[in-house]
Nanobody, 116 residues
Framework: QVQLLESGGGLVQPGGSLRLSCVAS????????MAWYRQAPGKERELVAAITSGGSTSYADSMKGRFSISRDNAKNTVYLQMNSLKPEDTAVYYC??????????WGQGTQVTVSS
């Protein structure tokens, strides 16, 4: 079955950096787009960044210039490099993919806390 496993979250000071990873299994990873979402307490889940199978990327406006999404198809892994972190970036971060005819899949999430 499709599984997505995130890692790399933690506590970081404002202005710091983190790199999140999401390892995928159970499907042809290189064939499909991957995305990162986040959900802060009391708020709706929102799209952070996405990357197509061909490597084209897109970002939410508030993340442009600070976050970078990338993928390593040899490792079935998608990354989210987060720089210049702000307290408002505090959230649970999820990776997601859509596999046609099978469904939408989410990881379990990884907590990112930005605080001094």
């Amino acid at each position: 079955q499709v599984q997505l496993l995130e890692s790399g979250g933690g506590l970081v000071q404002p202005g710091g950096s983190l790199r999140l990873s999401c390892v995928a299994s159970g499907y042809s990873f290189s064939s499909y787009y991957m995305a990162w979402y986040r959900q802060a307490p009391g708020k709706e889940r929102e799209l952070v960044a996405a990357i197509t199978s061909g490597g084209s990327t897109s970002y939410a406006d508030s993340m442009k210039g600070r976050f970078s999404i990338s993928r390593d198809n040899a490792k079935n892994t998608v990354y989210l490099q987060m720089n210049s972190l702000k307290p408002e970036d505090t959230a649970v971060y999820y990776c997601q993919t859509v596999v046609p005819a099978r469904g939408t899949y989410w990881g379990q999430g990884t907590q990112v806390t930005v605080s001094s």
